[in-house]
């Protein structure tokens, strides 16, 4: 399984755009490349998932270069509720997760 | 979309005691699921992968006779912490792999306390 880096923390402000970026160098060919947001006492909420070039859905984008060695999850326009904490992870056959620290994003009014 | 769901969501228990809890896939159906614990402010760590009808795989470092798993059907897995103690108080969250092989979907939960 690839292993993730990521920021461990984030400061954004109310309404900007926030991009998250995370690396997997290691990544297989049949790998996919799913984001998690995590808010306190609760289980993993996914956000979206990819294998290459861009993905979007109701509540992010995720961008993925032509070597797949990295992505960035972007979130537009974050609100005080967007303060959390986001994994990146690596999802290869079989569906096995190994969590990262995650990035503790902070949103401030 | 896909839900899971996790009994109880938080339980108190004496030192020495069993809990169970269980884990369930409410509108689909998962062959494969997966039991993490996760520490204060620490990331989810994998406990084990449970598949239905079969023996569960434990990752290194558990132990397999104190986290027992039983996934006896395609919606239900179970994890019974035996003779619990106060380390092993934590918040245990389950998922299910959804059918297209790399969605995972994650249950609320359960906040185990021993006492």
């Known amino acids: 399984l690839a292993k993730t880096t990521q920021p461990i923390s984030m400061d954004s402000y109310e309404g900007q755009e926030v991009n998250i970026t995370c690396s997997h160098n290691?990544?297989?060919?049949?790998?996919?490349i799913t984001w998690y947001q995590q808010f306190p006492s609760q289980g993993p909420r996914f956000i979206i998932q990819?294998?290459?070039t861009k993905v979007t859905n109701e509540v992010a984008s995720l961008f993925i270069p032509a070597d797949r060695k990295s992505s960035t999850l972007s979130l537009p326009r974050v609100s005080l509720s967007d303060t959390a904490v986001y994994y990146c992870?690596?999802?290869?056959?079989?569906?096995?997760?190994?969590f990262g620290q995650g990035t503790e994003l902070s949103v401030k009014p | 979309g896909a839900v899971v769901s996790q009994h109880p969501s938080r339980v108190i228990c004496k030192s020495g005691t069993s809990v169970k809890i269980e884990c369930r896939s409410l509108?689909?159906?998962?062959?494969?699921m997966f039991w993490y614990r996760q520490f204060p402010k620490q990331s989810l760590m994998l406990m084990a992968t449970?598949?239905?009808?079969?023996?569960?795989?434990?990752e290194q470092g558990v132990e397999k006779d104190k986290f027992l798993i039983n996934h006896a059907s395609l919606t239900l897995s179970t994890l019974t912490v035996t003779s619990a103690h106060p380390e092993d108080s934590s918040f245990y969250i389950c998922?299910?792999?959804?059918?297209?092989?790399?969605?995972?979907?994650f249950g609320p939960g359960t906040r185990l306390t021993v006492t």
């Open positions: 998922s299910a792999l959804g059918q297209g092989g790399n969605e995972q979907y």
């Open positions: 290691n990544i297989a060919t049949n790998d996919y």
């Open positions: 509108d689909f159906q998962a062959t494969t």
């Open positions: 992870l690596v999802v290869g056959q079989g569906g096995k997760l190994i």
């Open positions: 990819g294998y290459k």
């Open positions: 449970s598949n239905e009808g079969s023996k569960a795989t434990y």
